[in-house]
């Protein structure tokens, strides 16, 4: 598969194109030889068939391609800088048939592609296995959220200056009737590349709001946004109405959101943003200090609180340096006026480290596992 060919196309014409696929033809054409047969299966894709070899040999000849293309192509008035990806698949190996040999080839290429292109890939059934399990994911998903799979639990964030829990925050948790609980790190992204994410971002919005609202007292629950579902400007409204329909005042709402959101900002995440904050929302900023860290846009956006995350905490006992920079953390928040969570606190030790700190809050497994709706309105009373 020639990398980017669309790309190409576009900008140069598809006169360009169809002169590309000539040169590439041929170029394959020099590299193989008597080696093998070669056909264009169409699109920017070539198809090789090397009868008789064995996958070190196949390896070779992928490599010899993927050099060769190294040289560029002289298409009249332009020379073009094109690379190519390859997957292959060594029958009978890796497949009886045509039909299973091709497929497998394929997903030997988006393996390539996945790694970054200009590389060739082999197949391996433990690529079959992943794509297999990615596809009961995706299939899952859309029956999950209408067949209530989905459930949210909460993990209390607690205030070190007197142990009253402040806040708790919804996690989401899904039981898979085949594959069993699988891990929002895994499906979230999943469901972000299936245009899911909005709907699912929804349904969490209106849970812990609807738990939230039978909470004692004024603790406040915070929500996980991904960057995917700020790009909404649904999002604003969608808030609103689970408000209004809950009762939940919006000071008992907290959205978290990570600094990739700053990451391509066209304009739209900064005015979600400030509608937010209109509304009367809290804004966290979550795992602190792993992301594409700035500090302009602590200057630009009022945040609440500062989550600094758990890989910090993780090694605060052992390591001077996680020490110095939480410290310095919590120094900054400090000035700017903001809450400070720390995350992942799992130990006393840690625990008087974030004191130390300064911290305001602390999460972690020490203080409570994420658990069901009921237990934390005991928790909360208790
Ligand atoms: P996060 O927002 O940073 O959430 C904190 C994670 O740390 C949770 O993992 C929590 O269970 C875990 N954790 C809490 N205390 C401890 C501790 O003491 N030790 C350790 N080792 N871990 C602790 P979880 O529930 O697996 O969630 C992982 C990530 O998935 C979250 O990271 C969040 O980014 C995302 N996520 C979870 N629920 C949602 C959701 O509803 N929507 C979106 N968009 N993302 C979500
Ligand atoms: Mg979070
Ligand atoms: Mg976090």
Known sequence: DIDRFKEINDSLGHMVGDQLLRAVADRLNEVVQGRGRIARFGGDEFVIICPDTDRVTAALIAQEIISYFAHGFDLGEHHLQATASIGYAVAPQDGRDMDELMQHADLALYEAKGKGRNRASSFNWSLKERFNRLHEIETGLRRALAGGELMLLFQPIVALENGHIDACEALLRWHHPVLGPIPPSEFIPIAESMGMIEAMTDWVLRQACIAAASWPGEVRVAINISPASLKSTELPANVIAALLETGLPARRLELEVTESIFLDDSGQTNMILRELQRIGLRLALDDFGTGYSSLSYLRSYR?????????????????????????????????????????GIETPDQLQHAREAGFTNVQGYLCSRPVPTECIAEMIAA
Not at 321 to 334: F, P
């Open 303 to 343: 945040f609440d609180t500062l989550k600094v995350d758990q890989s910090f905490m993780a090694g605060i006992s052992a390591n001077p340096e996680d020490r110095a920079i939480v410290r310095a953390i919590g120094n900054l928040a400090r000035d700017l006026k903001m809450d400070t969570v720390a995350e």
